[in-house]
């Protein structure tokens, strides 16, 4: 009789655990902030994706583009363009910019997709020495870099012009 109430006992904990683990991962499920480039939220937003919806959080990266960069001279503004040598979004914030924003630099901003499809930054980040970049940044690069040779590569061989 006290190996059936230990083996109901063990079973009940178990549940009971797997029940909180549930619970909890549902009610951070809105919380998550995923990282895309700009290249996946041009995809994303042709294709009609709700994960980048108007108003969804969400955070981007890529390199602040050289010459993108226009400062308000009444607020603490900035507006910028994030490339990631393929797509490029532009990006507003108001706030105090990081002391290592600079054109042709990493940078991650977390915020939402505005109606006219640019990017509201609520937290900007800049990458902190010459060496590092996230590894989303990184990533993200790495592969539009890929992509835009084999494309250059297929071009050159007289294939290509049909995505045109």
Known sequence: MKKKQRLYFVIFVLAALGGALGLSLYALRDNISFFYSPREVAA????????????RSFR??????????????EEAKVSFSVTDGDERLMVHYAGILPDLFREGQGVVATGTLD?????VAAELLAKHDENYMPPEVARA???????????????????????Y
């Not at 994303?44 to 108003?55: E, K, N």
């Not at 990266?61 to 226009?70: A, K």
């Not at 109606?115 to 990017?119: L, N, Q, S, V």
């Not at 040779?149 to 012009?161: D, E, I, N, V």
């Open 115 to 119: 109606t006219a499809g640019d990017f």
């Open 60 to 73: 981007i990266g890529g390199l602040v583009e050289e010459g993108s960069v226009v400062k308000s001279s």
């Open 141 to 163: 690069l790495k592969q539009g870099h890929e992509e835009g040779k084999a494309r250059l590569q297929q071009r050159a061989t007289g294939g290509g012009f049909d995505d």
């Open 44 to 55: 994303m937003r042709a294709a009609g994706d709700m994960r980048i919806a108007t108003g």
